[in-house]
């Protein structure tokens, strides 16, 4: 089957994910790969604010994915922060469209990301922030218009969990190159976690000079092998 244009990120001849797959895609490769909702249920009644990193918010699946298996979680409470970065951002309506496949799974979601998303200045570089309250709690997005290892440098806390879905290192070499990977090792606590779909030689050897202990882990929908890795030093 063709893939619609839109689809594609025409900056990197590559799609901003699988188009039939892509929520649970998400919910395997970052969410039970950097053990989320172990880590937000062993934080007990007294919530303090957990901090995400994402390398590549393309049209916000990641995002939406999260406020789904949260919202299904039963967790109440929540302060979750959602750094993420995004080098070409798409127009709202474009995000809209790009996230209508999954309209029957998360409609209401991808209603209230985009309708959020459309109040961000996109031609202005450097943090956004918009508010999303759910039933689990608040979560702020803080959307960095711009390179990704600005963004990471201009964190001012470190992040205790990294989604890394930059496009495949051979289609966009940049957003695993080792200076970037060594500034999220730096910008992720002790104990902290990354995810990724990647198990390329570069990629772990770069997460594992940045502080990470990494290991394989099944993969999800053809894929044999994604990638995790546990912030072990400093
Ligand atoms: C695979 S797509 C992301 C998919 C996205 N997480 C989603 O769920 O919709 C990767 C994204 O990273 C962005 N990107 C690529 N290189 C970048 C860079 N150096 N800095 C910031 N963003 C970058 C691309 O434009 C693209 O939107």
């Not at 302060?79 to 798409?90: A, D, G, W």
């Not at 709202?92 to 409609?107: D, H, K, N, Y």
Request: net charge neutral; glycine share 12%; aromatic share 8%.
């Amino acid at each position: 089957m063709e893939i619609p244009a839109y689809l594609v990120n025409e900056h990197y001849d590559d799609r901003f994910f699988d188009v039939f797959n892509a929520i649970a895609e998400a919910k395997h490769v970052f969410f039970q790969g950097s053990g989320i909702l172990e880590s937000l249920s062993a934080m007990g009644p007294a919530k303090k604010e957990f901090r995400i990193g994402e390398t590549g918010f393309g049209a916000g699946r990641v995002l939406v994915a999260l406020m789904d298996l949260l919202g299904s979680s039963g967790l109440t409470g929540l302060n979750i922060t959602y750094n993420s970065v995004e080098l070409h951002p798409v127009a709202a309506g474009r995000m809209a469209a790009i996230l209508e496949s999954f309209r029957p799974e998360v409609g209401p979601l991808i209603d209230q990301l985009v309708m959020a998303y459309g109040s961000i200045d996109l031609s202005r570089k450097g943090w956004q922030q918009v508010q999303l309250t759910r039933p689990f709690g608040s979560l702020t997005l803080n959307l960095w218009i711009g390179e990704a290892l600005d963004m990471v440098r201009a964190l001012d806390r470190p992040c205790d969990a990294w989604f890394l879905d930059g496009h495949g290192p051979k289609k966009n070499p940049a957003m695993w190159r080792q200076e970037l990977l060594l500034a999220i090792g730096e910008k992720t606590v002790i104990g902290g976690a990354c995810a990724t779909y990647t198990v390329a030689g570069e990629v772990r050897r770069g997460l594992t000079a940045a502080g990470f202990s990494v290991e394989q882990a099944p993969g999800h929908g053809g894929k044999k092998a994604v990638l995790r890795g546990l912030k072990t030093v400093r």
